[in-house]
Nanobody
């Protein structure tokens, strides 16, 4: 089970920190997002060793994904937010795969809304 929190509404240039709590071991945890009328896309992933993947150049340098394995908690620090970052953000986990392919993840949270104006 994955439970996200931390979404909200901010002005462009602002920051938000998303959190996701997991129950049990997860090899790879990550963040995906889906804007209205668009497909769900990967944002940032991290495995138990701390290796990270950022799925788009547009978030590199602005978003930072991190996790605490002992607490099974995942975070996404989002800085310098832009209107195009607005979306429903989902936490996802996989026991074997760690990449940007949405279809490869079989554990999902309910999502948390991020609005940027």
């Amino acid at each position: 089970q994955l439970v996200e929190s931390g979404g909200g509404s901010v002005q462009a240039g602002g920051s938000l920190r998303l959190s996701c709590g997991a129950s049990g071991y997860t090899y790879c945890m990550g963040w995906f997002r889906q804007a209205p009328g668009k497909e769900r896309e990967g944002v940032a992933l991290i495995n138990t060793a701390g290796s990270t993947i950022y799925c788009h150049d547009s978030v590199k340098g602005r978003f930072t994904v991190s996790r605490d394995n002992a607490k099974s908690t995942l975070w996404l620090q989002m800085n310098s937010l832009k209107p195009e970052d607005a979306a429903m953000y989902y936490c996802a986990a996989s026991q074997a795969y760690c990449g940007c392919n949405v279809a490869a993840y079989n554990y999902w949270g309910q999502g948390t809304q991020v609005t940027v104006s």
